[in-house]
Each structure stands twice: as structure tokens, then as C-alpha cells.
């Protein structure tokens, strides 16, 4: 640890951890709004900007935690590559850091993958102000607890992530957008069968009475793909239009609603059959993630995707609620302890996933 600025943060957290002083992590905030409000001192984490190594090659970025994914992105596209599980930005200033804090990823995540199945290796300030490594730049440098991969999701509660290394991938050579004319139940029937083959999907999203599949690879996969799904070909800047507003939360579903609903993100089994059909819906990933817009009390709502075995988390939400899933008590028990090893004060983001424990 060489940067006089992590040195300076650590300081700062072994002082608040000896006062016991909450600190309340923040780089862009583009995320703000993703879970609990928390208390505490705002400690500003978008300073720590650079790329600190990228060969293109090797398929791997090692990036400071505030660099901003706009210039992460733009680097990768001058080598013909790209972050393959397409994150949102909720803003042009979000940062990688933030980015796999959230645990977030795009409209490509059920065909390429998670945040967390790219995260190679992280340098971190813990709840101690001691500076620890986990992984590194290859993908089986890892022994013990996959610790890089456990900070996806973790919305800040466990570190200040102050380094990343990414694996990355070569963008591939074409791109196709088809949409279909299909109900709900139709859709969800076609994406499963469709993607128990061997088509290039990379993804697929429906909504009122229309189910989009973008296809992406070699140009003769591509070729392939449209004989057998058929339906309308957008046109390239409709398609890229189309898949970014979906990314970013600026679809139509997205922003017109009425204020007193929330906007909820259900995680099901992708086979899961059509349900809550009286509510409005957006369906990602095969039919695996599940937006919709409603005033349904949260048990009632989180009984119902229980029903199908998965869960729903109050992505946007107007009303105080608890926003993620209730855990089982076993899980709940493992990430309490989590806390206490990584922050034992608990200094950081406290409440932010489950206000009073974690």
C-alpha cells in the first residue's frame, strides 16, 4: 500500500472504527437509491481513479476502485473488447468499484454471466484499516474463500474496494436484434425451448405482447439463429437503442409509473410460468429476473415469488419497507458473521442491506 491516498483512508477508518463512528461509503452515487438509506460520515471513494495495467491479450484490466466505467469502456473498445456482463450505469460518473458493490449487471448477465463470475482479484481497506488481497489477474488464483467474488452485492458493508481486476472478452463480431408478436405465457415458453439450444443468444427481454432476442457471435451462428427464431429484424441503431435504455432504466416501463408504486425486481427460476399477470411486467434473462410496478403490500408480493422459488427485492421504492428478500436464518447467521470478521465495529454502510443487522 504505496498510495499516500489509501494510506490516508485507512487512518481515517482506523479512527472511526476506535470511535465507533459509522462512515457512510460513496463513489459516484449512482447507486444511491439501491437499498437502505445509511447513516453516518460520507467518506468520498471516487479519487482513486487510473488503469493501473491492461493487456489486451491477456483479456484482463486492473483498475483503480473510482474509475469511472465510461473510461473503462472506452479503453476496452479501442482493443475490440468489452465487459461482458454489460452493467448499468445509473449515471455517466459510475465507477467499477461501485459497479461490483452493487452487484448489478445488463440485459447479457443470464448468457455471459455475473459481476462476480469476472472479479479476478480485489485489494480492499477493511473494517480495521488493514489493507488485504484477494485473488489476482488469472482465473485460478484463488484458494480458500472466493473473497472477490463475495463483495459482489455487498453494497460497501464489507470494504473499501481500492483496486479490481477485471476479466474481459473480445466484442463479438455481429450483432442481431429480433422481436416476435407473443403473450406473456407464449414468450417465456419460446425463450426456454430457444435457449436449451445452441444459439448464439446474448439477450432477451419482453414486454407487452413483444419479445426481443438479440443474437451475437460469428456471422454463420448469426444466420442460423434467425431461420430458427424468424420474426422482425430491427435495425441496428433501433436494436442498440433498445438494449441500452433497457440497461439504464430508460425504457417506457421504467419511467411511467405512478409515484406511489414500487418498481420490484423478482429473481425466479427461469421456467417459472407466467404470474401477477394483473400487474405490469418486464421480463430479462430467459424469463429468470421479473420487473413489475405495484402497490401490493411487500409480504403479500414476496409470498407470491416465494411460491415460485425465488425471490423479490424492492429495486425503487416510494414507501419505508424492507427492501431485499428476507433471509433464511442460517444465511442471515453466515452474513452477520461476514461482518464481523471483514468490520468488526461496524462502521460501514450500516443497515444498508437489512437495517439493524447487517
Known amino acids: 500500500m504505496n498510495s499516500p491516498l489509501i494510506s490516508a483512508w485507512s487512518d481515517r477508518i482506523k479512527h472511526a472504527a476506535a470511535e465507533k463512528r459509522p462512515l457512510q461509503l460513496q463513489g459516484s452515487g449512482s447507486k444511491a437509491f439501491y437499498g437502505h438509506p445509511t447513516a453516518g460520515e460520507v467518506f468520498h471513494l471516487h479519487e482513486n481513479t487510473g488503469i493501473l495495467s491492461y493487456e489486451p491479450s491477456e483479456l484482463v484490466i486492473t483498475v483503480n476502485g473510482g474509475t469511472r466505467l465510461h473510461d473503462i469502456e472506452q479503453a476496452l473498445a479501442e482493443h475490440h473488447q468489452y465487459l461482458p456482463f454489460e452493467p448499468p450505469y445509473f449515471a455517466d460518473t459510475a465507477t467499477i468499484a461501485g459497479c461490483v458493490a452493487a452487484g448489478l449487471a445488463g440485459p447479457r448477465r443470464a448468457y455471459a454471466g455475473a459481476v462476480q463470475d469476472f472479479v479476478l482479484g480485489v485489494h480492499l481497506l477493511d473494517g480495521r484499516g488493514d489493507y488485504l488481497r484477494f485473488g489476482g489477474q488469472v482465473m485460478k488464483n484463488v484458494a480458500g474463500y472466493d473473497v472477490s467474488r463475495l463483495l459482489c452485492g455487498s453494497l460497501g458493508t464489507l470494504g473499501v474496494i481500492t483496486q479490481l481486476s477485471i476479466k474481459v472478452l473480445p466484442i463479438p463480431a455481429k450483432q442481431v436484434t429480433l422481436r416476435l408478436d407473443l403473450a406473456q405465457d407464449q414468450a417465456l415458453t419460446l425463450i426456454n425451448q430457444l435457449s436449451a439450444q445452441p444459439l448464439p443468444i446474448s439477450a432477451s ?46 425504457h417506457a416501463f421504467f419511467q411511467n409509473a405512478p409515484s406511489t408504486h414500487t418498481l420490484w425486481r423478482l429473481s425466479v427460476p427461469s421456467t417459472s410460468p407466467a404470474f401477477l399477470q394483473d400487474l405490469p411486467q418486464l421480463i ?3 424469463g429468470a429476473l421479473r420487473w413489475l410496478w405495484s402497490d401490493l403490500p411487500a409480504s403479500q ?58
Open 205 to 250: 427481454a419482453w414486454h407487452d405482447h413483444q419479445l426481443y432476442i438479440r443474437l451475437a457471435g460469428a456471422n454463420n451462428a448469426i444466420t442460423e439463429g434467425i431461420k430458427t427464431i424468424g420474426g422482425e429484424r430491427l435495425a441496428p441503431e433501433l436494436a442498440d437503442d433498445f438494449w441500452k435504455q433497457l440497461r439504464e432504466q430508460q
Open 284 to 286: 430479462e434473462w430467459g
Open 301 to 358: 408480493l414476496r409470498e407470491e415469488t416465494a411460491k415460485q422459488g425465488g425471490t423479490a427485492t424492492a429495486f425503487r421504492h416510494p414507501h419505508d419497507q424492507q427492501i431485499f428478500h428476507p433471509l433464511p436464518a442460517p444465511v442471515l447467521r453466515l452474513q452477520k458473521n461476514l461482518k464481523q470478521k471483514f468490520d468488526p465495529a461496524g462502521i460501514f454502510n450500516p443497515g444498508r442491506l437489512y437495517p439493524g443487522e447487517l
